[in-house]
């Protein structure tokens, strides 16, 4: 999946080992399986060159994303979306 973290959302991951994210609609913290019951267990935290990107090694403990799929990212993208 893809999602924003702030600060403290950064600070609560690292603390708990569960992912915490930031939702810019809803200007609010958020906890990976709070209504879901999907969490997300995070094993370790990388940054990039420019340290302003983060990825999270992490096994979920049921579907990532919110209809139900493992993942988010489960539909190809062709030419014909773009019509």
């Known amino acids: 999946m893809l999602a924003?973290?702030?600060e403290e959302a950064l600070r609560r991951t690292l603390s708990s080992g569960e992912?915490?994210?930031?939702?810019?609609?809803?200007q609010e913290l958020w906890h990976k399986g709070e209504t879901s019951g999907s969490i997300i267990k995070v094993l370790s935290?990388?940054?990039d060159c420019d340290s302003d990107t983060i990825l999270l090694m992490a096994k979920p403990t049921g579907p990532?994303?919110?209809t139900g799929n493992r993942t988010?990212?489960?539909?190809t993208l062709t030419e014909q979306d773009l019509e």
Request: with cysteine.
């Open 72 to 75: 988010c990212f489960f539909e």
């Open 45 to 47: 935290v990388w940054k």
């Open 64 to 66: 990532v994303c919110h």
């Open 19 to 26: 992912a915490w994210f930031y939702s810019r609609s809803r």
């Open 4 to 6: 924003y973290m702030n």
